[in-house]
Nanobody, 135 residues
């Protein structure tokens, strides 16, 4: 299994911007492009929501799903040289408050990124980073 560590959360005013990071590692070697990465969030009292899931490799190409609820404000990017993925959130709203998690699953090309996000079919999860949007 992979180890995932999220960072970058904090207290932000409405309208602000945050960039969350997901650092991926493993005891033995791996290549990040063999995995699909998902970003999820869980607001207080609500179910966990998949906000964006992405994969990219030479064989399957790139595929990214962004939930309609956050489209236009949430952007994923990746730095494979450092095994880090990012989730940039702009125009933050109070309803974006919650714990944000990243997760990983082998990218077998079986499921779409939308399916992975909607079903949370991920094997490895980080501990989460808290995002609070408040004035």
């Amino acid at each position: 299994q992979l180890q995932l560590v999220e960072s970058g959360g904090g207290l932000v005013q409405p309208g602000g911007t945050l960039r969350l990071s997901c650092a991926v590692s493993r005891v033995s070697g791996f290549t990040l492009d063999s995995y699909a990465i998902g970003w999820f969030r869980q607001a207080p009292g609500k179910e966990r929501e998949g906000v964006s899931c992405t994969s990219h490799n030479d064989r399957l190409g790139e595929s990214t799903y962004v939930a309609d609820s956050v489209k236009g404000r949430f952007t994923v990017s990746r730095d494979y040289s450092r095994n880090v993925l990012y989730l940039q959130i702009t125009s933050l709203k109070p309803e974006d408050t919650g714990v944000y998690y990243c997760a990983a699953a082998p990218n077998l090309g079986i499921y779409s990124m939308q399916h992975l996000c909607l079903t949370s079919k991920f094997e490895s999860w980080g501990q989460g980073t808290q995002v609070t949007v408040s004035s």
